[in-house]
């Protein structure tokens, strides 16, 4: 019987652990998704890029280099 007030609305639990699963699975996974977007996109050339674009091994290679390059915020850009 919740008509106490005691309890907290079962509901509630579950919504905020899906919020909280999912908050936590886009941090984990976003630079992942960085690192894919940057593998697909077209190579750049020429004296105005930079050294880190369109010169990755795999998926982690893209990862270590915008990290290097780029700074840990690089690997979060559009994160929201």
Do not use: C, W
Not at 44 to 49: A, E, F, L, N, R
């Amino acid at each position: 019987d919740m008509s106490n007030g005691n309890e907290s609305s079962p509901i509630l639990y579950d919504v905020l652990g899906s919020a909280t699963a999912g908050i936590i699975s886009r941090v984990f996974t976003h630079p992942l998704d960085t690192a894919k977007a940057r593998l697909q996109a077209p190579t750049v050339s020429g004296p105005q890029s930079s050294s880190s674009v369109g010169s990755f091994r795999g998926p982690l290679d893209a990862i270590v280099k915008t990290y290097r390059y780029e700074g840990f915020r690089a690997l979060y850009g559009g994160f929201g």
